[in-house]
């Protein structure tokens, strides 16, 4: 996050893509984060510009917006998220204090909370700047965000009234080439084949992460069967184990680790290509992972293009050693 922050994270690329999916399938994963108490408004203009960005760069942007907005709320109140196009001339950025001027996409994320105070507001984007508790935020959230608006070229503003809630308006430029057109025009990808790459079993029991992944490993050409329970992925794997081409699971599970789920699968298949995912740095050295027949371990969260290399490079070793 640090590296995003500074703009040093090489090999994004920045794409014309249409905004409202991507916006509604982050909301749907933020669905289990958001309190009973708290209504979602959303507003979508049917002239919405296309927006030239890394679509993980702009899920970020949303997620650590609709944070910042669900904590301000304290359990009750409806945050508003609307996506519009704007043209404006010599507005201020709240974040590099520039004039900007343009076409762009205005994403807006605003709640009903408790505001902000006119002597926090030239901080708020600060790294490492909160008002919450200690052991309730890092300070690293809106901070994340002016880093990743300036990289797509955007700019922030911010309104903002004490015990009437805020609004953060980002502004991020409209992309000359609409998606479509920029699509037609790209060279063909894996996904665009109609010949998939393998039948994979993918285990995890975070169920946002699981339908995050599945979209995306679906994406990129592969068939896809997702599990939040190991011991019913074991299950459907024992019926039918020459079904599947490879398997991605998740080590910290209920019932039974990633480590012991690949172990009983290569009971049923050896050579089966194996990748294991974690968000802990647990006691897996090579040796360990060599033992159990895991080609990869990967620590969450990690990138798309991570892990498609990485099922790339299992895939390569099982063709080659059979």
Request: hydrophobic share 45%; proline share 7%.
């Amino acid at each position: 996050r640090m590296l995003a922050f500074s703009r040093a994270r090489p090999g994004r690329e920045a794409r014309p893509l249409a905004p409202q999916p991507l916006v509604s399938e982050a909301l749907k994963m933020l669905g289990a984060t958001i309190p009973a108490g708290i209504g979602i408004e959303t507003r979508y203009a049917a002239d919405a510009p296309d927006v030239a960005i890394d679509p993980v760069d702009l899920h970020q942007i949303l997620v650590n917006l609709v944070i910042n907005a669900r904590d301000a709320l304290d359990g009750r109140g409806k945050i508003s998220i609307s996506l519009a196009r704007a043209t404006v001339d010599q507005q201020v950025c709240s974040t590099c204090k520039e004039k900007f001027s343009g076409d762009f996409l205005q994403l807006t994320v605003a709640d009903d909370g408790q505001g902000i105070a006119a002597e926090t507001l030239p901080h708020i984007f600060e790294p490492f700047f909160t008002t919450k508790p200690v052991g309730q935020g890092s300070g690293m959230g809106l901070s994340m965000v002016h880093g990743l608006v300036r990289r797509a070229g955007g700019h922030c503003q911010v309104e903002s009234t004490l015990g009437a809630g805020s609004a953060f308006h980002i502004y991020l430029p409209a992309a000359k080439l609409p998606a479509a057109a920029a699509q037609a025009v790209a060279p063909p990808t894996p996904a665009a084949s109609s010949e998939p790459r393998g039948h994979l079993l993918l285990v995890d029991d975070e169920t946002p992460l699981l339908r995050l992944l599945h979209t995306n490993l679906q994406a990129a050409g592969w068939r896809v069967s997702c599990f939040a329970n190991p011991r019913q992925a074991l299950a459907v794997f024992r019926d039918a184990p020459t079904e599947f081409d490879a398997v991605v699971s998740d080590q910290s599970m209920p019932d039974m680790t990633g480590v012991e789920l690949i172990s009983a699968l290569h009971a049923l298949r050896p050579a089966l290509p194996a990748i294991l995912c974690t968000g802990y740095n647990e006691a897996l050295d090579a040796a360990t992972l060599q033992r159990q027949g895991i080609h990869s371990l990967l620590l969450k969260p990690m990138e798309n293009d991570e892990l498609l290399a990485a099922l790339e490079a299992a895939m390569l070793e099982h063709h080659h050693i059979q």
